[in-house]
């Protein structure tokens, strides 16, 4: 079965970097789209980046500059390396995937922004 297990998010100050990672199992990663999302208190998911099969990649604007997604087909695995961070960067990010119309996410893994 699918399954997706992020790792690396933390507290940090303003200004600080963090690199997220995203182990997939279970569905034959290097031909998917793989995205994270995050999720921060009182405010619905958001889309913070996706990475396509050619490795092309989308961002959502207000993490543009600042944010770079990337794979490693061998590994089976996607990171969000974030840099430049804000307190409104403070959310749980997911990583996701879209299998056969079905979605499958990660447990999550927080990250915090503050001084």
């Known amino acids: 079965q699918v399954q997706l297990v992020e790792s690396g998010g933390g507290s940090v100050q303003p200004g600080g970097s963090l690199s997220l990672s995203c182990a997939a199992s279970g569905f034959p990663f290097s031909i998917y789209p793989m995205n994270w999302y995050r999720q921060a208190p009182g405010k619905q998911r958001e889309l913070v980046a996706r990475?396509?099969?050619?490795?092309?990649?989308d961002y959502v604007d207000s993490v543009k500059g600042r944010f770079t997604i990337s794979r490693d087909n061998a590994k089976k695995s996607v990171y969000l390396q974030m840099n430049s961070l804000k307190p409104e960067d403070t959310a749980l990010y997911y990583c996701?995937?879209?299998?056969?119309?079905?979605?499958?996410w990660g447990q999550g893994t927080q990250v915090t922004v503050s001084s």
């Open positions: 996701n995937v879209v299998r056969n119309q079905n979605e499958y």
């Open positions: 990475i396509f099969m050619t490795g092309n990649t």
